[in-house]
């Protein structure tokens, strides 16, 4: 199964600007100016989130009538309160007492029910950098765009958020997995690199070792179901309007962000894209598991920060053209992941097998193999 996402940027760039948009949940500040160069832990923007309102039952609490719950309060509404502090009292002497579970505010008292409403106090949202760079626009009470000469590899499918890491290298070959033992403490903190796929035991280890990041070419899909907890493929319910995958609904948090470059199943990973990877072992990066499949469309993201001397940086990615030559990965079930060299590309619509009419190129596979296909399942590579 492939999850493919036709954004027109090629899978694979070993040299161009990337552009980083971090944006805060909610309105707040920016603390960077336009122009600034920032490194990936550094604080660009914060925001105060209001936390979620508690109810108490203070009529329960007290044992006493809905009615008489405004009496037995010790401050009113509008007061602040800190946690712990006596919040209402059933008697003034040697009465029942109701503590405050949270700090915050006193926003609603209900006589009919005997519920007392308190907001608790706002907690502070620090929006990393996450990547080395310089700050190219500020977007207002929201957050920053960061650019940075990068190489950047684009998967199919990614889960998790934007994290930043050291490239580990832990396989040899595109077409091996990642046993849980190749991880180790030695992984804490990295964004670990392998080929054909994880298992759900391999995954667990390192959310256990602190990995912050995975990137593999394909993935059993009952294998990340099952390291998510989800029983059923409900989970993977997307909704009709967003389109945009969910977080993985887990106490505590996962912690580590997983990318998918080829999709379900077991594939290995495409040889350029493993090669670019492997290349750049040991030096820091971003990974970026946000996928949606509609406007705005998004796919998972590898970036690799290079020097600001890098020569050949291109300003903007390049938009490849199908041709003679080129080097494509096929993305049609039946040949998902494998990769060919364009012999020849139609010029006018041909009746492929299934009797559809399309534009459509020939494409040899590496053992000699001749297929005939459409445009739309080729994704140039070089």
């Known amino acids: 199964m492939s999850l493919y996402v036709p954004t027109g940027a090629p899978p694979l760039l070993p040299s161009a600007v990337a552009r980083i948009e971090r944006r805060l949940p909610a ?48 401050r009113e509404v509008g007061n602040k309160i800190n946690q712990g502090e006596v919040l209402a009292r059933s008697s003034r002497i040697a009465g029942r007492t109701c503590l405050s579970p949270v700090s915050g505010k006193i926003v609603a008292v209900d006589t009919e029910t005997g519920y007392v409403t308190i907001s608790p106090d706002p907690t502070t949202y620090e929006l990393q950098a996450t990547v080395r760079g310089l700050v190219m626009e500020i977007i207002p009470n929201t957050g920053v765009v960061i650019e940075t000469p990068a190489a950047q590899v684009y998967g199919v499918f990614g889960i998790g958020a934007e994290r930043s890491g ?17 991880i180790t403490a030695k992984s ?25 990041g995975v990137i593999v070419g394909s993935i059993d899909e009952a294998e990340l179901r099952a390291f998510l907890g989800w029983a059923t493929v409900d989970g993977w319910r997307t909704g009709v309007g967003g389109w945009s995958f969910p977080h993985p609904p887990s106490d505590p948090p996962l912690g580590l962000t997983l990318v998918i470059t080829e999709g379900f199943g077991s594939q290995p990973m495409a040889t350029p894209l493993f090669e670019l990877l492997a290349s750049h072992d040991r030096q820091e990066a971003l990974i970026e598991g946000g996928t949606r499949l509609r406007a705005p469309m998004q796919r998972p993201r590898v970036v690799i920060p290079l020097s600001s001397r890098t020569a050949g940086v291109q300003i903007e990615p390049p938009r490849p053209i199908i041709r003679s030559g080129a080097t494509v990965r096929l993305l049609d079930s039946a040949h998902l992941g494998q990769i060919g060299q364009v012999r020849s590309v139609s010029a006018a619509p041909r009746r492929l097998a ?29």
């Not at 203070?58 to 009615?67: D, E, N, Q, T, V």
């Open 27 to 74: 309105a707040g500040e920016v603390l960077v100016r336009q122009g600034q160069r920032v490194e990936p832990e550094e604080v660009v923007a914060k925001a105060f989130l209001p936390g979620t309102p508690i109810i108490v039952n203070l009529a329960r609490a007290l044992s006493i009538a809905p009615a008489l719950v405004e009496r037995a309060m010790v």
């Open 166 to 182: 050291v490239l580990q290298l832990l396989v040899t070959d595109p077409s091996e997995p990642i046993e849980p033992d190749k």
């Open 188 to 212: 804490a903190y990295a964004i670990i690199i392998g080929g054909s796929g994880i298992n759900a035991a391999a995954l667990r280890r390192a959310a256990k070792e602190q990995v912050r």
């Open 354 to 382: 299934s009797q559809v009419r399309t534009a459509a190129v020939d494409v040899a596979l590496e053992d000699g193999t001749l297929l005939q296909l459409p445009r739309t399942d080729v994704e140039v590579l070089a």
